[in-house]
């Protein structure tokens, strides 16, 4: 089969700048967070539910989740990324289904959670790539410009 025509792969992006970009993240989802959860909390103490805690964290896991998923199906890029010229693909650069956004997202939130070991495994994966991006046949890429 001839790739004449055909534009070259983006490259994968060092893992420099994607840590770089998580630093980003970390940073605007603690303010969107902080804020949300303030919200969220006044309102379920209001409504007198003694469920304030889990109504908390719910609603801040529902929030954060819809971001990534909205961003990353859209268009491949959260605001980090898109300052950093990252895009999120699969392996043969097409955008993401919702099943494997679905998949990415939920095998981070473990990784991360779990001491951060996604991003320990990116030290020694031949690619450097975040371990749920190994598992899920997605990686991150430089765009244009960057």
């Not at 004449?4 to 420099?16: E, Q, Y």
């Not at 949300?36 to 003694?50: D, F, H, K, P, Y």
């Not at 991360?112 to 320990?120: K, N, P, Q, R, S």
């Not at 975040?130 to 765009?143: A, N, P, Q």
């Amino acid at each position: 089969m001839s790739t004449a025509g055909l534009p070259a792969p983006a490259p994968s992006a060092t893992l420099l700048r994607r840590l770089l970009s998580l630093v980003y993240e970390a940073l605007l989802l603690t303010a969107v967070v902080l804020l949300s959860g303030g919200v969220a909390t006044v309102t379920a103490e209001a409504l007198g539910t003694g469920y304030t805690r889990m109504l908390t964290q719910t609603s801040l896991l529902m929030l954060c989740s819809a971001y990534f998923l909205s961003q990353w199906l859209r268009s491949g890029q959260t605001l980090p990324m898109k300052t950093w010229r990252l895009r999120l693909e699969t392996r043969d650069g097409r955008r993401l289904s919702a099943a494997t956004a679905l998949w990415r997202l939920f095998l981070a939130g473990i990784g991360y959670g779990a001491g951060g070991i996604t991003v320990l495994w990116a030290l020694f994966d031949r690619d450097r790539q975040f371990m749920h991006d190994r598992l899920c046949g997605t990686r991150i890429v430089t765009t244009a410009g960057g």
